[in-house]
């Protein structure tokens, strides 16, 4: 069964940083692009990162600069880095493979404001 448990999220100044975390678990992880998605309130879930599973990356162009993903094969895991935050990152941040799995995590609320 395909688990997604997102982590890291919080309250951070514009500005700041946060790092997020995602341990994924119930397919061949190593196999598959993972990405990192976010949802903003009152918006449709957007793709921010992927990475495949030989380290090529993609990010979407508002936060190219800013955002690093990063992936651990052998632990299952996938991280992003997020940097120089601005109020129009807030979201929940999801984690899934590229395309994505019908089921989701419960995501991780990033709020930038001060």
């Known amino acids: 069964q395909v688990q997604l448990v997102e982590s890291g999220g919080g309250l951070v100044q514009p500005g700041g940083s946060l790092r997020l975390s995602c341990a994924a678990s119930?397919?061949?992880?190593?196999?598959?692009?993972m990405a990192w998605y976010r949802q903003a309130p009152g918006k449709q879930r957007e793709l921010v990162a992927t990475?495949?599973?030989?380290?090529?990356?993609n990010y979407s162009d508002s936060v190219k600069g800013r955002f690093t993903i990063f992936r651990d094969n052998w632990k299952q895991t996938v991280d992003l880095e997020l940097r120089s935050l601005k109020s129009e990152d807030t979201a929940v941040y999801y984690c899934?493979?590229?395309?994505?799995?019908?089921?989701w995590g419960q995501g991780t609320q990033v709020t930038v404001s001060s």
């Open positions: 990475i495949t599973n030989s380290g090529i990356i």
């Open positions: 899934n493979k590229s395309p994505p799995h019908d089921i």
């Open positions: 119930g397919f061949i992880f190593r196999l598959v692009v």
